[in-house]
């Protein structure tokens, strides 16, 4: 190599100046806090800036977080045991053995046989050819299929760029509606924007739907609360079905597309899946893996049975997936995509544990409920996730989002009386709706904001309309449904 890989040093301008500023103040830190929970709050918020500025990916920027935190004696890289009291203090290295972390890698691999298989296209072709008469028809055939996609690709990113966005434009090209063209509000404008909502409301129904999800999950675990696959699944179920019939409704009236009938996409996905030709064993092997998998994580959470873990059944699927051929090891070594969650998702959940163990959320949460002192928990549980989805617009980073503000929204909603369960999974279904905010919000916004099919101040205009929208339904039809289910 002759050359430097390029490093965006001025992404570290202002993580160093906010971490600086932070440290330097700790003499006169807020009363009751020890200064080693000042000192790592300055370190984990200068981290997540970081992950907003970008000056490395966001492994890399993680990985220097956690450096630091060694440097300053914050964490030793071991665990240490004191020989007089027997506590235990957990090293960096205990980070990286968090389940939810590998439950996440193994599902990115796993999800590599869906796109390797081309089991993804032939379920995408197999919807549009059921739904497809009429462009609403489409509509709702992608979001089905996102839905379908939901419980097998553990990222949004993943889904839209690798299965649902090449299916949009293949459909949108056909019909002659091209990006950065007065066509591109035939009906290509109507599915790119269609497509971003559908990967939303797929994100909300599954804890695996996308990675702040399972950082929600290990944030509320520190709190008393674990979330399994099956609890999250029945929370969201009523209003994801919800938003599934009203959002592709709502889109088709605010930014209709000029051809409503579409006779042609039939023959469209015919001609697809004749290209495929049938059903490959690799194909079935792949439907039939994902299906044990899925049924195992169902069960994990009505069963106690160590061995029906959700993380060994990620991994129990990986190795059937070995086993049979239908992935490789180097298939699984090459998902740089795993390998980089692994690292940061590890990192940040490690990092606010530290928070937790230095009893700064402890604090915070209750000096916030001192503020909020008479003021009713469900008021304060409203203004929490008022705040967790318009605070989104200065997020580019939905992990960074949730890592940074969701352990202390909770602890300061169930401070003030609100139900342990119903503050958690609100807070992180508001983490998965709030993406209905900016063209940067998430993955899929960036991939399909930028595509020429939607202007910028379109997107701003019709998501704000939605995000009302989604925060009524999650918010009020949600937590009906959560009582109704005895979550609180």
Not at 321 to 338: R, S
Request: hydrophobic letters at 55%.
């Amino acid at each position: 190599m002759k050359t430097l890989e390029k490093v965006n040093y001025k992404g570290f301008i202002w993580p160093l100046i906010i971490g600086i500023v932070l440290w330097c103040i700790t003499p006169w830190r807020p009363a009751g806090l020890t200064p080693q929970a000042w000192e790592m709050f300055a370190v984990f918020v200068a981290t997540i800036v970081g992950c907003i500025t970008k000056p490395l990916p966001i492994g890399g920027t993680t990985l220097i977080g956690l450096i630091v935190t060694v440097l300053v004696g914050l964490a030793p890289i071991g665990d240490v045991v004191d020989p007089k009291t027997g506590v235990v203090t957990k090293g960096i290295l205990s980070a990286f053995s968090n389940s939810a972390a590998w439950l996440i890698a193994m599902a990115f691999i796993m999800a590599y046989g869906i796109s390797k298989t081309g089991l993804g296209n032939r379920i995408a072709y197999w919807m549009i050819r059921r739904f497809g008469k009429k462009s609403i028809g489409i509509g709702y055939a992608i979001t089905g299929l996102e839905l379908i996609l939901g419980a097998l690709i553990p990222s949004n990113s993943a889904r839209t760029g690798g299965v649902v966005w090449p299916v949009t434009k293949s459909i949108s090209e056909s019909y002659g509606s091209k990006p950065n063209d007065p066509s591109r509000k035939k009906i290509g404008a109507y599915l790119d924007f269609m497509a971003f909502h559908a990967n939303t409301i797929s994100t909300a129904l599954f804890i695996t739907g996308a990675a702040p999800n399972l950082v929600a999950s290990q944030m509320a675990a520190q709190k008393g609360y674990n979330m399994s696959w099956i609890s999250w699944f029945i929370a969201a179920l009523v209003p994801v079905i919800v938003a599934t019939i009203v959002i592709p409704i709502v889109i088709y009236k605010i930014f209709p597309p000029e051809i409503k009938e579409t006779p042609n996409a039939k023959k469209w996905a015919d001609d697809r899946l004749t290209e495929m030709g049938p059903v490959t064993t690799p194909e079935k092997i792949m439907a039939s893996v994902f299906l044990i998998a899925i049924i195992l994580w169902v069960l994990s959470g009505i069963i106690k049975i160590p061995q029906l873990d959700s993380t060994f059944v990620a991994f129990l699927a990986v190795g059937l997936l070995l086993l049979t051929g239908v992935l490789t090891m180097n298939d699984a070594l090459k998902q740089t995509g795993a390998w980089n969650i692994l690292i940061w998702l590890s990192i940040l959940v490690f990092m606010a544990g530290k928070l937790i163990s230095f009893g700064f959320i402890d604090w915070f949460s209750k000096t916030i409920q001192t503020s909020l002192h008479g003021v009713s928990w469900q008021i304060v549980l409203l203004i929490l996730v008022i705040l967790m989805f318009y605070t989104h617009y200065f997020f580019a980073s939905g992990t960074a989002h949730i890592t940074a503000l969701y352990l202390p929204f909770l602890s300061v909603a169930v401070a003030t009386g609100a139900p342990l369960k119903l503050a958690a999974m609100l807070l992180a279904f508001t983490g998965a709706i709030n993406a209905s905010t900016t063209h940067y919000a998430n993955g899929p916004a960036s991939i399909l904001a930028t595509t020429g099919y939607v202007k910028q101040g379109e997107w701003w205009k019709m998501n704000f309309l939605l995000g009302i929208i989604y925060l009524l339904i999650f918010g009020v039809i949600g937590t009906l449904w959560m009582k109704i289910i005895g979550m609180w």
